[in-house]
């Protein structure tokens, strides 16, 4: 599949999501002029502890564009959908059918249903929903069936019931860990805000921070791609060789079982540019 343009659509749970888990990723296939499709399922309006949610909204889209633009990638689509309601319906599933199909990708990625965050494992069930149903003609028929189906992945996460995620595809993050840095930083209201907020944390002077300070803030969450690297050591080795034992991050993935399948060889490199 390397000589020719592949395509990759990622759902995620909220504005933020897509760039965590697979920015890295996506800014060196975009690059390599792969289309990437970031979709964010929920539009983010619950993230925070004084904005209203109509503004945050509008906040974290503007976030969102500015974060695709600094990785390159084609599209940053955010579903009209509150953060903290997202649900399994028919409804939201027919949604993500039309939105597959529309955009016709070789790859589509989302969570695992066993994560802390009932809209990660909502937007994971709808994408799994979506899988067999996409190959049906009279499911949505007014946006045709593609001629090649997708092959489906779950990104990382830390949850280990009832198993860790299996890394089946690794790709190395410690030499993009600077744009991701990028990335993350443009979700302000989340990573300087939000989240430290949530965890208790004192709250950072983003203005007073230089770029090595806020880069260096947002290791607390880039840390987390150090146990990705872990679990998948040997697919690591598998793809870099003996340069593998001294990769630090990656961003890994894992093949699902609910749609077209190629052999691990051949998942192990889908995301490499
Ligand atoms: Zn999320």
């Known amino acids: 599949m390397s000589d020719k343009q592949k395509r990759f659509l990622i759902f995620g749970a909220h504005p933020d999501d897509p760039d965590l888990l697979f920015g890295g990723t996506a800014y060196r296939l975009a690059q390599a002029g792969h289309a990437v499709k970031f979709v964010s399922m929920t539009n983010g309006n619950s993230g925070h502890y004084s904005m209203d949610k109509e503004a945050l909204a509008v906040r974290r889209a503007g976030e969102a564009q500015a974060s695709a633009k600094i990785l390159g990638i084609s599209e940053y689509e955010i579903f009209p959908l509150n953060d903290g309601e997202l649900e399994p319906t028919v409804e939201n599933r027919k949604r993500v059918i039309r939105c597959i199909r529309k955009f016709r990708p070789d790859v589509v990625i989302?969570?695992?249903?066993?994560?802390?965050?009932?809209?990660?494992?909502?937007?994971?069930?709808?994408?799994?929903?979506?899988?067999?149903?996409?190959?049906?003609?009279?499911?949505?028929?007014?946006?045709?069936?593609?001629?090649?189906?997708?092959?489906?992945?779950?990104?990382?996460?830390?949850?280990?019931?009832?198993?860790?995620?299996?890394?089946?595809?690794?790709?190395?993050?410690?030499?993009?860990?600077?744009?991701?840095?990028?990335?993350?930083?443009?979700?302000?209201?989340?990573?300087?805000?939000?989240?430290?907020?949530?965890?208790?944390?004192?709250?950072?002077?983003?203005?007073?921070?230089?770029?090595?300070?806020?880069?260096?803030?947002?290791?607390?969450?880039?840390?987390?791609?150090?146990?990705a690297a872990e679990l998948g050591r040997e697919t690591l080795r598998q793809i870099y060789g003996d340069r593998a034992a001294s990769i630090r991050t990656a961003e890994v993935f894992e093949q699902s079982d609910y749609s077209f399948q190629v052999p691990q060889e051949e998942f192990a490199r889908l995301f490499l540019p």
């Open 110 to 227: 989302s969570h695992r249903t066993c994560d802390y965050h009932p809209d990660h494992r909502a937007a994971g069930q709808l994408v799994l929903d979506a899988a067999y149903l996409l190959s049906v003609p009279l499911t949505c028929p007014e946006t045709p069936v593609p001629d090649n189906l997708p092959i489906f992945a779950y990104t990382f996460d830390r949850f280990t019931r009832p198993a860790p995620i299996r890394a089946d595809a690794a790709v190395e993050m410690d030499s993009v860990r600077e744009i991701k840095c990028r990335a993350l930083a443009c979700h302000r209201s989340q990573f300087f805000e939000w989240l430290p907020y949530g965890d208790g944390l004192e709250l950072p002077d983003f203005d007073a921070m230089d770029w090595p300070a806020r880069c260096a803030h947002l290791d607390r969450w880039l840390k987390r791609f150090e146990k």
